[in-house]
């Protein structure tokens, strides 16, 4: 009896493993076409702004870093880092990489983006539909707001009238940083087709950088309609980039010194780059 059941568990276990298969192949591969359907329809467009990139410095970061949001400020990185149980906020010195100052969020949220704003940061949480603010030099929690949707990325504009807010979808939400209630709503949008996925953000000189998921772009997004008015193309920057999980994450900008830092999930690098428009 018991050779008999092996005989037909045999070929269900071979058939499930196949089926397995041919579905993380086809996972795997939608990864890829995203990426290569936008490089496809970005490279199309002769009116957007393309850049390059040069290395210009390389610094260590911390490979179990689930990087979700990356700001710099005084000198220093901060870093919101994801993953049920091991969210955390850190403030990072740049160039060992050595975590300064740490705290460990609650196992029950998903940590997300982080900005900035008015020496609080606030960073957002995955599904817990929280958003928190703690004080920028001891990381104090102050307080908390609600927010309606997933959280993903965040950033504030220029004159500090709004914070800017990404959910994985095409939609960038404008919020009132007094109370925190949404004011404006844009669909980022490429010759009419609406580009989601939007994760990372950061606000440079009056314009959206996002990363979009899954892939090794980042888009320049006019925030007063969404349009995409530019795109970087980092292909190549770390060599173990893994499209399906250690993706290009975390975007940080020196306003003072005009540096841009680059990162992604569990890298082990930090870079500072330069960019180069290609004419």
Do not use: C
């Not at 603010?133 to 307080?143: K, N, R």
């Not at 994985?168 to 939400?173: A, E, K, N, P, V």
């Not at 004011?183 to 009419?192: D, I, P, R, S």
């Not at 995409?228 to 060599?239: H, M, Q, S």
């Amino acid at each position: 009896m018991k050779k008999h059941l092996l005989l037909v568990l045999e070929p269900i276990s071979i058939l499930f493993l196949v089926f397995f298969l041919l579905i993380f192949s086809v996972s795997a591969h939608s990864l890829v076409q995203n990426q290569e359907w936008l490089l496809n329809h970005l490279s199309k467009n002769q009116s957007l702004t393309k850049y390059t990139y040069q290395v210009i410095a390389t610094y260590p970061h911390d490979p179990q870093a689930f990087t979700q949001g990356l700001i710099f400020h005084e000198g220093f990185l901060y870093e919101s880092t994801g993953l049920y149980g091991e969210s955390s906020l850190r403030k990072i010195d740049l160039r060992s990489g050595k975590v300064l100052l740490e705290k460990k969020i609650d196992e029950i949220h998903f940590a997300e983006g982080l900005t900035l704003f008015n020496n609080l940061l606030i960073q957002l949480t995955w599904k817990s539909h929280l958003g928190f603010l703690y004080d920028v030099d001891t990381f104090e929690h102050i307080g908390s707001f609600d927010f309606p949707y997933e959280g993903w990325g965040i950033t504030h504009d220029d004159d500090n009238n709004n914070l800017v807010i990404s959910d994985g979808s095409d939609t960038l939400r404008f919020l009132d940083p007094k109370n925190f209630l949404i004011t404006k709503e844009v669909q980022v949008h490429l010759n009419g087709l609406m580009i989601n996925q939007l994760n990372e953000l950061e606000f440079i000189n009056g314009t959206v950088y996002a990363n979009v998921w899954h892939t090794d772009l980042i888009l320049i997004v006019e925030p007063d309609d969404g349009e995409v008015i530019g795109w970087i193309n980092l292909t190549g920057l770390e060599e173990q980039s893994d499209l399906s999980k250690n993706v290009l994450n975390g975007i940080a900008f020196d306003q003072a010194n005009n540096r841009f830092f680059v990162t992604g999930k569990l890298w082990p690098h930090l870079y500072e780059i330069l960019l180069i428009e290609e004419r």
